[in-house]
């Protein structure tokens, strides 16, 4: 029996029991994310399954980064029975659970990430929509040189689109096989424009999936470099003279019930109201989601002016310094925005609700939508930025700390438990991070008169 036909097997919660003692698995990863995106995880054998269904299993989220407090620490993790899988890179046979986090009262526990997203898309529901989104992954496959340096691999100096040597396209192909063998879906993969740097593009799908997705692609990809001696790295900006990584989005709104695609329209860029909605409301609180979609001091290296990372709050079509793109697309079923701004540093769970929820919030409020800006934007001053009234994205950590403290459709979707926790983690790395000093500052300050 294959993995996917084990984690797609029909009938009870309990029958998960008879599909992996079918498959051979002897152990059970139950896994869940912590605030910053982190994938933590408890292992079962696979003979106490049936009870941590039916049950639950007991953990110490006080040990758990930005989780719960001390005085709160007795969490339960219950599995999710769509989400199993069987690890193809395990030394035993081992499958994969993925939980929600639960109060000993068996209550959906507030700071759960995968939470906050269920959240979001339970208030879709409400409003008649399904959310869809399609992640476009980019990292780099690096190695240490013999004095600790990461560098690309040898042979993988390719740029955009260009067809590598030296065993790093094998690599590639190795990691898409594992992360297909755990459900992930792919639409294509290509090399990207820096030496090393990679892009795979996933399957759009419920938002929910879509997040398990991400959070294990990244998995799959980081076991296999692990085991070849390389690292998969999803930092934002390793390299100075090289571009960054992110992970643009692809975002639509479907109507629930088999309605049809919410998005699409008859207007020149083929989009509806309800998408000039989402838009309008996605731009107005883009310095509020900042933070959650670009999450590291490492981020705003990447969100930087002259590079086509998107550091202004407009949309357009051709205009990729745009903040929202429109792709063009050949049936109206396809209508969507990608959203440029997240990179694959963010928690997926965070992410997806708070882009969801501020979307929503210009849907409801039918927030109008600026003009396109399709010039390039670069070259623009603040005189001419003000004149089009287009603002641009918080600069640096802090910044983007007190614009999300500050946005109560942001606070909201994540909950006052999650974005305390968050905001406080993210404080303290900027307090961290202030406190450095660099090998820019030496070379340039040390023996300065």
Request: proline share 6%; net charge negative.
């Amino acid at each position: 029996m294959s993995p996917r036909s084990i984690a797609t097997g029909t009938g009870g919660e309990h029958r998960l029991t008879t599909r992996i003692a079918e498959a051979g698995v002897r152990h059970v990863h139950l896994q869940f994310s912590d605030v910053l995106g982190t994938v933590k995880t408890v292992t079962i054998p696979a003979a106490g399954l049936d009870a941590a269904l039916e049950h639950g299993v007991w953990f110490d989220g006080s040990s758990v980064e930005g989780f719960t407090r001390t005085a709160e620490s007795d969490m339960y993790l219950v599995p999710d029975p769509d989400t199993l899988q069987v690890l193809p890179w395990t030394a035993e046979p081992t499958a994969r659970l993925i939980c929600w986090a639960r109060t000993p009262d068996g209550e959906p526990y507030s700071g759960d990430p995968r939470g906050a997203l269920k959240r979001a898309i339970d208030h879709a529901t409400e409003l008649g929509y399904e959310y869809r989104v399609g992640p476009e992954i980019e990292f780099f496959l690096l190695q240490r040189d013999a004095d600790g340096v990461p560098q690309a691999l040898a042979g993988d100096s390719a740029g955009y689109f260009d067809v590598t040597g030296g065993g790093a396209t094998d690599l590639r192909q190795a990691m898409l096989a594992a992360a297909a063998l755990v459900g992930v879906e792919i639409n294509s993969a290509h090399h990207e424009v820096a030496p090393g740097q990679h892009e795979v593009d996933l399957a759009a799908g419920e938002a929910l999936a879509a997040a398990d997705a991400v959070v294990t692609f990244r998995l799959a990809l980081e076991a296999v470099a692990q085991r070849s001696g390389v690292i998969a790295s999803f930092m934002p900006k390793p390299f100075n003279d090289q571009p960054g990584s992110g992970m643009h989005v692809h975002q639509s709104l479907g109507r629930t019930g088999g309605g049809g695609n919410a998005f699409s329209g008859a207007d020149d860029y083929g989009l509806s109201d309800v998408a000039k909605h989402f838009i309008a409301g996605q731009l107005h609180h883009a310095a509020g989601m900042c933070l959650v979609l670009a999450p590291l001091v490492n981020s705003y290296k990447r969100l930087v002016r002259g590079l086509e990372a998107p550091i202004f709050l407009s949309w357009a079509r051709t205009n990729r310094g745009a903040l929202i793109r429109v792709p063009h697309v050949s049936r109206p079923e396809a209508a969507r925005v990608e959203l440029r701004s997240p990179d694959p540093s963010c928690n997926p769970y965070l992410a997806f609700a708070v882009m969801l929820r501020c979307g929503l919030d210009g849907v409801e409020r039918r927030l109008p939508l600026p003009p396109p800006v399709e010039e390039a934007l670069y070259g623009f001053d603040e005189v001419e930025l003000e004149r089009r009234n287009v603002g641009v994205l918080p600069d640096n950590l802090k910044d983007a700390v007190d614009a999300c403290a500050d946005d109560d459709v942001v606070r909201d979707a994540l909950g006052d438990n999650l974005t305390d926790r968050f905001l406080d983690a993210k404080r303290a790395e900027w307090r961290e991070y202030r406190g450095q000093v660099t090998g820019w500052e030496l070379e340039r300050y040390l023996e300065r008169g």
